[in-house]
């Protein structure tokens, strides 16, 4: 069949291929704006997901937390609950960096995970490894180490490098690895000044004071202070200033010049209230309290302590209502207040035990030791001295693990850099390779001598511990003012001397005495007058007594003598020495012979423990006091015998 050529049809033909070109045109155009509506709802996703790695600078902590709190309580999408968590972290960081965040913490990471946001995973486990190294706890996370390293390098010239140097940095602060740690603060400066991080400049330089002041470099802390403020731009910045001005505080108060530290701690305080901050108030007025107290000014500071103490009981903050009392009861005691000091520890106590704060449990029994001891309690004294000395030891291996843990982080984070260095190299040259593994073997050797300069360190403060220990021991067994056995010391020695005499069948007296008219001195002539007598009278008991036979303080003015295979007429030639010698003592200003009581007994049948023998000797001194003084009167329920010296 021939075609034949029809005009018409070929423009028909024609006419639908140019619509269809033109459909096409419309459909790649549609596609194309399609696409860059899509990228523009990326872009503000990607916006919204930027990690904020610092609260902003006119930011309230407090304000902020709560706001977060309540944001979480409600259906968030997982971008939102992301930028959610990460403000409460921050200002929770803020407010207290030992604060243990590990949950919100770790459901940021699985958030980040999930959405594939690497970067934002980076900078949550940045945080984590500071909350976990602040808190002795890196072992939760074995890989944690590993992977900041990892973001380190992955995200170089970012607010993730300068997190990074800066938690690094901290580490070796705490290990005493000034040199080092300064160089990390200086890189990560450098890294913050370029990519304009102004308010980690401004963490840096604070941390560098506090390093400088703790190597005792005061003028360069204060001039980082000041290079810190300088940084300060805009208005409602009261935080950061704050801080600042608690920080130069803490500095002058260090170097002694507690005016200037109490005018930079008002300050602060103007500051926090300023921001409503409840807790660097509460903070700030304790240490303006404590600025009178150490300037004398004992009123003022005791005051102080009373509103924060009260504050502190309404709104059931119990970690500061124990601080509060615990200088209120230092105050107490300083002005021989001594029942107040003591009722008022005693209400504390529990609160301190149920927050379990090593610290306050420690200045609680410190406190009631010394109270005790002024009270003439010695038993009671030397039991809360002995816990005392207890949660010291445990305080100070607490602080000796926790030093060395930091040390070994520090060691894991340069031995993570180091493997990292090692297989980049490997992959270029079998040779690098080589060299880079003795590297790793000497890297290896000097982590085991440090590991076992440690160790050395480590045991050196044990030795010194355990000599501290004893040195205290010996202290709450010995009467501080004439160097004799206390109470409990010459007691225990006595039950040990009554054993022998009841395995041995050996004699065995005591002589309990009491000085004469002793309060009088006291009155007439002063307590260091009757200090002086108390002294005359041990020195002169040592002379006379031999090294077999007990002395000690059992009392104000009581003494108790103990003479071990003597019978009771050997015992009263002895005590008979002992008043000639005491009676021809001089101490002026007293003008009159000096003379003692005594009350004597033995052991016996019925006189066979430290109870009967004590209560026998007892009896018989009331009867020496209660006859006229002066005079030695042996027990009735021994040998009866009294004796006048003239």
Not at 219 to 230: D, K, P, T
């Given at each position: 069949m021939?075609l034949?050529y029809?005009p018409?049809?070929y423009?028909?033909?024609?006419?639908?291929?140019?619509?269809l070109?033109?459909?096409g045109?419309?459909l790649?155009?549609?596609?194309?704006?399609?696409?860059l509506?899509?990228?523009s709802?990326?872009?503000?996703?990607n916006?919204?997901?930027?990690p904020?790695?610092?609260?902003?600078l006119?930011?309230d902590?407090?304000k902020?937390?709560?706001q977060?709190?309540?944001?979480?309580?409600?259906?968030?999408?997982?971008?939102?609950?992301?930028?959610?968590?990460?403000?409460?972290i921050?200002?929770?960081?803020?407010l207290?960096?030992?604060?243990?965040?590990?949950?919100?913490?770790?459901?940021?990471?699985?958030?980040?995970?999930?959405?594939?946001?690497?970067?934002f995973?980076c900078?949550f486990k940045?945080?984590?490894?500071r909350?976990?190294?602040?808190?002795n706890?890196?072992?939760?996370?074995?890989?944690?180490?590993?992977?900041?390293?990892?973001?380190?390098?992955?995200?170089?010239?970012?607010?993730?490098?300068v997190?990074?140097?800066?938690?690094?940095?901290?580490?070796?602060?705490a290990?005493?690895n000034?040199?080092?740690?300064?160089?990390l603060y200086?890189?990560?400066?450098?890294?913050?000044?370029?990519i304009?991080?102004?308010?980690?400049?401004?963490i840096?330089?604070?941390?560098?004071?506090?390093?400088?002041?703790?190597m005792?470099?005061?003028?360069?802390?204060h001039?980082?202070?000041?290079?810190a403020i300088?940084?300060?731009?805009?208005?409602n910045?009261?935080h950061?200033?704050?801080?600042?001005y608690?920080?130069?505080?803490?500095?002058?108060?260090?170097?002694?010049?507690?005016?200037?530290?109490e005018?930079?701690?008002k300050?602060a305080?103007?500051?926090?209230t300023?921001?409503?901050?409840?807790k660097?108030?509460h903070?700030?007025?304790g240490k303006?309290?404590?600025?009178?107290?150490?300037?004398?000014n004992?009123?003022?500071?005791?005051?102080?302590?009373?509103?924060?103490?009260?504050?502190a009981?309404?709104?059931?903050?119990?970690?500061r209502?124990?601080?509060?009392g615990?200088a209120i009861?230092?105050i107490?005691?300083?002005?021989?207040?001594?029942?107040?000091?003591?009722?008022?520890?005693?209400?504390?106590?529990?609160?301190?035990?149920k927050?379990?704060?090593?610290y306050?449990?420690?200045?609680?029994?410190?406190?009631?030791?010394n109270?005790?001891?002024?009270k003439?309690?010695?038993?009671?004294a030397?039991f809360?001295?002995?816990?005392?000395?207890?949660i010291?030891?445990?305080?100070?291996?607490n602080?000796?693990e926790?030093?060395?843990?930091?040390?070994?982080?520090?060691?894991?984070?340069?031995r993570?850099?180091?493997?990292?260095?090692?297989?980049?190299?490997?992959e270029e040259?079998?040779?690098i390779e080589?060299?880079?593994?003795?590297t790793?073997?000497?890297l290896?050797?000097a982590?085991?001598?440090?590991?076992?300069?440690?160790?050395?360190?480590?045991?050196?403060?044990?030795?010194?511990?355990?000599?501290v220990?004893?040195?205290?021991a010996?202290?709450?067994?010995?009467?501080?003012?004439?160097?004799?056995?206390?109470?409990?010391?010459?007691?225990?020695?006595?039950?040990?001397?009554?054993?022998?005499a009841?395995?041995?069948?050996h004699?065995?007296?005591i002589?309990?005495?009491?000085l004469?008219?002793?309060?009088?001195?006291?009155?007439?002539?002063?307590?260091e007058?009757?200090?002086?007598?108390?002294?005359?009278f041990?020195k002169i008991?040592?002379?006379?007594?031999?090294?077999?036979?007990?002395?000690?303080?059992?009392?104000?003015?009581?003494w108790?003598?103990?003479?071990?295979?003597?019978?009771i007429?050997?015992t009263?030639?002895?005590?008979?020495?002992?008043?000639?010698?005491?009676r021809?003592k001089?101490?002026?200003p007293?003008?009159?012979?000096?003379?003692f009581?005594?009350?004597?007994t033995?052991?016996?049948?019925?006189?066979?423990?430290?109870?009967?023998m004590?209560?026998n000797?007892?009896?018989a001194?009331?009867?020496?006091k209660?006859s006229g003084?002066?005079?030695?009167?042996?027990?009735?329920?021994?040998?009866?015998l009294q004796?006048n010296?003239?």
């Amino acid at each position: 069949m021939q075609l034949q050529y029809s005009p018409v049809k070929y423009l028909s033909i024609v006419e639908r291929a140019d619509n269809l070109q033109i459909f096409g045109y419309f459909l790649l155009l549609g596609i194309f704006i399609l696409f860059l509506f899509v990228g523009s709802l990326q872009a503000k996703d990607n916006s919204e997901i930027t990690p904020h790695h610092s609260i902003r600078l006119d930011s309230d902590p407090i304000k902020l937390i709560e706001q977060s709190e309540q944001q979480l309580q409600q259906p968030q999408k997982d971008i939102e609950r992301i930028n959610t968590l990460n403000s409460l972290i921050m200002a929770k960081l803020e407010l207290s960096p030992d604060i243990n965040l590990t949950q919100p913490i770790n459901q940021a990471i699985t958030l980040s995970s999930k959405l594939e946001l690497a970067e934002f995973q980076c900078h949550f486990k940045l945080v984590k490894y500071r909350v976990l190294s602040s808190n002795n706890a890196l072992d939760e996370d074995n890989n944690l180490i590993a992977d900041i390293v990892d973001c380190a390098k992955r995200y170089e010239a970012t607010y993730i490098e300068v997190l990074y140097l800066l938690f690094y940095a901290d580490s070796l602060i705490a290990q005493r690895n000034y040199s080092q740690a300064a160089e990390l603060y200086i890189k990560a400066f450098t890294v913050a000044e370029t990519i304009d991080l102004v308010r980690y400049k401004r963490i840096i330089l604070m941390r560098m004071a506090h390093m400088n002041n703790n190597m005792n470099n005061i003028e360069e802390a204060h001039a980082n202070v000041e290079r810190a403020i300088a940084t300060l731009t805009g208005k409602n910045q009261f935080h950061d200033l704050s801080l600042i001005y608690m920080s130069k505080a803490y500095f002058y108060e260090s170097e002694r010049k507690f005016d200037s530290a109490e005018k930079y701690y008002k300050e602060a305080l103007t500051l926090a209230t300023a921001y409503k901050n409840i807790k660097n108030m509460h903070y700030l007025k304790g240490k303006i309290a404590y600025m009178d107290e150490l300037k004398g000014n004992i009123e003022a500071a005791l005051k102080t302590y009373l509103e924060l103490y009260q504050e502190a009981f309404d709104k059931n903050y119990i970690d500061r209502q124990v601080l509060a009392g615990i200088a209120i009861a230092n105050i107490y005691y300083k002005q021989r207040k001594y029942e107040q000091a003591l009722t008022l520890i005693n209400e504390i106590e529990e609160k301190a035990f149920k927050i379990e704060d090593q610290y306050s449990i420690s200045q609680i029994y410190k406190a009631k030791s010394n109270i005790f001891e002024k009270k003439v309690e010695w038993k009671k004294a030397y039991f809360q001295l002995k816990e005392w000395i207890q949660i010291q030891h445990e305080i100070y291996q607490n602080s000796s693990e926790k030093d060395l843990n930091q040390l070994l982080y520090a060691f894991e984070i340069s031995r993570q850099e180091n493997e990292n260095t090692l297989l980049k190299q490997k992959e270029e040259s079998q040779a690098i390779e080589i060299k880079q593994h003795k590297t790793q073997q000497h890297l290896f050797l000097a982590m085991i001598s440090l590991f076992i300069l440690s160790v050395i360190y480590l045991l050196h403060h044990a030795v010194q511990q355990r000599k501290v220990q004893k040195k205290l021991a010996k202290l709450a067994l010995t009467d501080e003012l004439t160097g004799s056995s206390n109470r409990r010391d010459v007691l225990q020695k006595l039950e040990d001397e009554i054993s022998r005499a009841q395995r041995y069948q050996h004699s065995l007296t005591i002589a309990i005495i009491d000085l004469d008219y002793f309060k009088k001195i006291n009155d007439n002539f002063g307590h260091e007058t009757g200090d002086k007598v108390l002294i005359a009278f041990a020195k002169i008991c040592k002379q006379n007594l031999r090294a077999s036979d007990l002395m000690g303080r059992v009392g104000g003015e009581e003494w108790l003598l103990a003479f071990p295979h003597t019978t009771i007429h050997e015992t009263v030639d002895i005590i008979s020495r002992i008043q000639a010698d005491f009676r021809e003592k001089t101490i002026p200003p007293i003008d009159y012979p000096l003379t003692f009581s005594v009350g004597v007994t033995n052991y016996h049948d019925n006189a066979a423990t430290i109870t009967a023998m004590t209560k026998n000797a007892d009896e018989a001194l009331y009867e020496a006091k209660n006859s006229g003084r002066n005079k030695i009167v042996v027990s009735a329920k021994s040998h009866h015998l009294q004796i006048n010296v003239a």
